[in-house]
């Protein structure tokens, strides 16, 4: 049997898209991305991409959640960004001890987990591993979820200050969701919380992090031909990975609105496409920027895996450079569509409307924490003059 390629993965997800985009209204309504859209994505091997060869993975470059993601984001942006955060959280198991691999994907490559990486609760040190217990609020997927990677401060005693932050997976049985995703965008994908009481993690089914969220140091491999290979900077992955799903949004924005304008007259002036120039001047720049966005993520994605083929560690330069690159992203995205939105019409703010959908759903993903567009130009800047750094995903 021939290897999976990237190119191939991309064609599957693209092929899904139709149905998907079919799907987007009962997506937000059900606050949930539909059962058969997981179904597909699981049939499409979209969820291996990841995944080591051995479990019947793919073992892909980092790049093809980009594009996956942007596949679909065109379609549904909820459906995007679960696809593009499963396929990354499969990705951090590939660094877990090979025990926690072994549990998750040794009999199903193709499982679901769901993570929140703000520590919610508390991990307490036991005897061959951890006491776990808190909430997580924002864990998207959660519905379809096998298994949960939840982060914990460490804490020897209740009251002691935390003297580390640790990774830990949990099975479905042992969490349970509280309902309270009732959001202004990206409603569909879920993202409720998550609540652990006092459930043992054994050791080889936690990840460590007391060096700091941006060590380079892990305790597994992303798959065993991985073995001994430099990791890119998780950082980088955990900012850079979720881009897709915006520029995917704001491209499905973009057809969406040159396809309105190419029929619209224009009401009282009777004006036809050919005399609408204010609305053809905000296509184009609308189209330049995400065109711009693509490009500089593409590019960062590929510097990313050719430093790590060579042997080379990712400099704070280029780290500050691809948290800057991710959070301009997702901002320019969003102002792309906001761009588009005035000129589409009163038509547009229907709720079946794809272009009021991708507002909103680019409008939140603009408040995540990749995307704080402040943070991630100090950031960069401080990375080009030495200075120190406190920014979580640097």
């Not at 179904?39 to 793919?58: I, K, M, S, T």
């Not at 061959?128 to 217990?133: D, I, M, P, Q, S």
């Not at 603009?366 to 640097?394: C, K, N, Q």
Request: charged share 20%; with cysteine.
């Amino acid at each position: 049997m021939s290897a999976v390629t990237r190119a191939e993965l991309v064609l599957r997800a693209r092929e899904l898209a139709p149905a998907i985009a079919e799907r987007a209204t009962k997506a937000e309504q059900l606050r949930s991305v539909p059962e058969e859209t997981f179904r597909e994505f699981r049939d499409a091997g979209l969820l291996r991409a990841f995944v080591a060869r051995e479990f019947g993975g793919y073992a892909l470059d980092f790049g093809t959640v980009i594009e996956t993601a942007r596949e679909i984001g065109v379609a549904c942006g909820s459906s995007a960004w679960c696809l593009a955060i499963c396929t990354l959280h499969n990705r951090m198991l590939g660094m877990f001890p090979r025990a926690a691999q072994q549990e998750v994907f040794g009999s199903r490559p193709d499982a679901v987990v769901c993570g929140v990486f703000m520590p919610g609760g508390t991990a307490t040190p036991v005897q061959g591993g951890y006491r776990l217990t808190g909430r997580w609020d924002f864990a998207s997927s959660s519905d379809h979820a096998d298994y949960a990677i939840l982060a914990g401060l460490v804490q020897t005693e209740p009251g002691a200050a935390p003297s580390g932050l640790v990774n830990c997976l949990v099975r479905r049985a042992e969490f349970a969701i509280e309902d309270n995703w009732f959001v202004a965008g990206l409603q569909g994908t879920g993202s409720k919380r998550v609540v652990v009481d006092d459930v043992f993690v054994p050791a080889e089914w936690s990840l460590a992090l007391a060096k700091g969220a941006g060590a380079v140091a892990a305790s597994g491999t992303r798959g065993s031909e991985a073995a001994g290979s430099t990791p890119l900077p998780p950082n980088s992955v955990a900012t850079l990975g979720l881009a897709g799903v915006c520029l995917g949004v704001a491209q499905g924005a973009l057809q969406a609105f040159q396809s309105r304008l190419a029929s619209k007259v224009r009401v009282g002036t009777f004006r036809g496409v050919s005399e609408q120039i204010g609305a053809q001047h905000r296509l184009a720049a609308s189209a330049v920027e995400v065109d711009a966005a693509e490009r500089l993520v593409l590019r960062d994605c590929e510097e990313m895996e050719r430093c790590a083929a060579a042997g080379v560690l990712a400099t704070p330069e280029q780290r500050g450079r691809y948290r800057r690159d991710a959070a301009w992203a997702f901002q320019t995205c969003a102002g792309a569509v906001a761009r588009l939105l005035p000129a589409s019409g009163a038509h547009a703010i229907f709720q079946d409307s794809s272009l009021q959908r991708a507002l909103r759903d680019t409008q939140v993903m603009a408040t995540h924490i990749v995307s704080d567009w402040d943070m991630s130009r100090e950031t960069y800047s401080r990375a080009l003059l030495g200075l120190p750094i406190d920014d979580p995903l640097f």
